[in-house]
């Protein structure tokens, strides 16, 4: 498979309906995210505090002028592996029309390059149990199932 040509950057403000038009593409952001025009104020407040925060950093793909992917990497420092920095991988997503070009796993090798560089001494994700193509897909890229995650939602 040759890899689409897609740029990676820092996402914008003016990016916010394109991430998430592609975070409600599939059976849980369906249920979880708003597409409406205009897209409520919360996702653009939720980016401002992404923006301002140094250990996050939300980048998209971009191919020919239009946003097609995106991911958002967390570093996040701790006590436990002696002090150890682990990077967190979040929203990784593809528009589905564009799914199984490489652009997935581009983004995702700029996140792991990106963690190394920033002091990172592992790069861990969260992925849902229904997601078995995306399991299949970080199984690919070098992930291995490490933990069982659990969850609250307020």
Known sequence: MNAEAVS????????????????ADDH???ARE?????????????????????????????????????????????????????????DVRVASDCRSRGIGEQLVQWAVAEAKARGCNLVELLTHQTRIDAQRFYKRLGFAASHVGMTIRF
Do not use: K, W
């Open 8 to 23: 990676i950057r820092h996402a914008r403000r003016e990016d916010v309906a394109a991430i998430v038009a592609m975070l």
């Open 28 to 30: 849980l952001g369906r």
């Open 34 to 90: 708003r597409v409406e025009d205009p897209l409520p104020a919360s996702y653009y407040d939720a980016f401002a505090r992404v923006e301002r925060d140094p250990n996050l950093t939300l980048v998209v793909a971009e191919s020919a002028g239009r946003v097609v992917g995106c991911l958002q990497l967390a570093i996040l420092p701790g006590l436990s592996s002696q002090g150890g920095v682990r990077g967190l991988l979040e």
